[in-house]
């Protein structure tokens, strides 16, 4: 590669989890030279180097941790890199009553869901240029208030609401963001069983397809990636419905699974 032609990379975060891994797989079939891949798991991160090769470069690293975006800025600083996709895409949540978090996992729970992402994204637009693509893995929790995942998706309604707003500050420099918000995705993610109860997910749906959507979506400059007829569905009547009515309609099926 001449001197002067930058590297064009995909910046890819929770990328050895069920969801992240199928991005990693859609991201190689992109025209860039090089995926960062990042996680926290090591062992799974050396598989994808394993798997993939030289294309695929893999970072250790706790995205909340204060040293992060100093770590971040220096490799971007000595690379240069033309970013062609951001995909912030980690993220965690538990489904527990609220009064039974402590003060720490509500402190981790809103610095992965809310912080890091907006932190990595400054980190990330000087290396940016239009056609760039920043693709938000945000939720369909997103959508309303949910009793027993508060935390979560409290986090995910400001992650889309940022999303959104970004992507009408970045349409000058012709930079797209898209903000995903799928349903129950058929991932590790998902606990089986609650309170000895095995747990359904209505629409699941697998991670290839939604992998596929978010890239096809990105592509296309939309501001948000909704999988599924279900889910698309459900975005309508949660805005039709009031928001009461939408929360006891879910309490009615999730409260089966809360211990008294």
């Not at 747990?199 to 699941?204: E, M, Q, R």
Request: aromatic share 10%; charged share 25%; hydrophobic share 40%.
């Amino acid at each position: 590669m001449e001197e002067n032609v930058k590297k064009k990379i995909a910046l890819l975060t929770g990328a050895t989890g069920g969801l992240g891994y199928c991005i990693l797989k859609e991201l190689l079939k992109e025209p860039i030279d090089e995926i960062w891949a990042f996680g926290r798991n090591s062992a799974r991160l050396e598989k994808l180097k394993e798997q993939f090769g030289e294309k695929v470069s893999v970072f250790c690293a706790d995205l909340t941790d204060k040293d992060f975006c100093g770590f971040l800025s220096g490799k971007l600083k000595e690379s240069n890199p033309d970013i062609v996709y951001l995909v912030n895409n980690a993220g965690a949540g538990r489904f527990k009553k609220t009064a039974d978090f402590t003060a720490e996992e509500i402190g981790d729970t809103i610095d992965l869901n809310c912080k890091a992402a907006p932190v990595i994204t400054n980190c990330c637009l000087p290396y940016m240029k239009a056609g760039g693509r920043i693709i938000n893995v945000c939720s369909a929790a997103a959508f309303q208030p949910v009793p027993y995942i508060n935390f979560y998706a409290a986090c995910k309604a400001f992650f889309r609401s940022y999303s959104r707003a970004l992507s009408m500050e970045l349409k000058p420099r012709k930079i797209t963001v898209t903000a995903v918000c799928p349903g129950w995705i058929d991932t590790n993610f998902l606990v089986e069983e609650l309170n000895g109860i095995k747990v359904k997910y209505p629409a699941l749906v697998k991670p290839e397809r939604v992998a596929k959507k978010l890239l096809k979506d990105a592509k296309r400059g939309k501001d948000m990636s909704v999988c599924s007829l279900y889910m698309k569905m459900q975005h309508f009547l949660v805005k039709m419905l009031p928001q009461k009515l939408v929360m006891k309609i879910w309490i009615s099926g999730a409260r089966k699974y809360l211990e008294d």
